[in-house]
């Protein structure tokens, strides 16, 4: 039996995503920075776990308490909608934490496991929003498409030794927690010279035909843990697999 670590799984993706691997048979250690009780069924392959990416003695002792792995999801991530022009480097900062650091960090806890067992693989969650670029997502779009390219590199770094990178790039989704989560972030980040493209891109954002589920992504991590050919990217809903199509012609 397999065992997969999500990090994020409070809600959305990560939700999603460790009920799918459970119903495939998987032991899934679903973790998230604060445990919420009847989020899963009662299952001896079901163990929920706290883990801040942010804090390293976190992400040690959730690591020591779990023992080997075979897949780890870095899904743990925070939204942020606003004028870059109003946006603290605090905050850039905080995000950045959280995003990118927090996958550099989880990814670099596991690696000598998965290397000394050459096996193993890592899927991380970012975002169409690194394959078309929208306006006043400036800061959570580097944070995701720095993980991008470190994926894209670490995937070639880590062949010699067996184990496999991955990336899911999700649609948008307006079902998931992206705004709840980083409200707090994001107030007064919309400045009055910029309401007006506000109010265009909410609108645009509202009259969107495809948009990605969450299944749609637990479906495309799974794919991405389970690949053999090869493949870095998976984008995952409608929209994000349009917009990769059009990238790449």
Same mark, same amino acid.
């Given at each position: ?26 032991k ?17 392959r ?16 959730a ?41 550099? %960090?989880? !990814? ?6 998965? &290397? @000394? /067992?050459?096996? $193993?693989? *890592?899927?991380?969650?970012?975002s169409s ?18 993980i991008?390219g ?22 948008? %989704?307006? !079902?998931?927690?992206?705004?709840d989560?980083? &409200? @707090? /972030?994001?107030? $007064?980040? *919309? ?59």
């Amino acid at each position: 039996m397999k065992t997969v670590l999500i990090t994020g799984c409070s809600s959305g993706y990560g939700l999603a995503t460790a009920r799918h691997f459970h119903a495939q048979g998987w032991k899934v250690i679903a973790t998230m920075r604060k445990p919420q009780e009847g989020l899963f069924e009662d299952s001896p392959r079901m163990r929920v776990l706290a883990l801040d990416v942010a804090q390293p003695e976190s992400i040690a002792a959730a690591l020591d308490a779990v023992g080997p792995v075979d897949v780890l999801v870095n899904n743990a991530g925070v939204g942020l909608f606003g004028a870059f022009e109003a946006t603290p480097m605090a905050t850039t900062r905080e995000l950045f934490e959280i995003n990118t650091f927090g996958v550099m %960090a989880m !990814t670099q806890a596991v690696l000598p496991g998965f &290397r @000394e /067992r050459r096996k $193993g693989v *890592i899927v991380n969650v970012t975002s169409s929003a690194t394959l078309a670029p929208m306006p006043l997502v400036a800061v959570y779009t580097a944070s995701k498409t720095a993980i991008e390219g470190f994926t894209a590199s670490l995937a070639h770094e880590l062949q010699a030794f067996e184990v496999a990178v991955k990336l899911v790039e999700p649609g948008y %989704a307006p !079902t998931t927690r992206f705004a709840d989560n980083g &409200r @707090e /972030r994001m107030q $007064g980040l *919309i400045t009055e010279p910029y309401a007006p493209l506000a109010q265009s891109v909410f609108g645009m954002l509202t009259k969107t035909a495809q948009v990605t589920k969450e299944s749609d992504v637990a479906e495309a991590v799974w794919r991405a843990a389970n690949d053999t050919t090869g493949q870095l990217r998976f984008p995952a809903g409608a929209d994000a697999i349009a917009l990769a199509q059009r990238a790449a012609g």
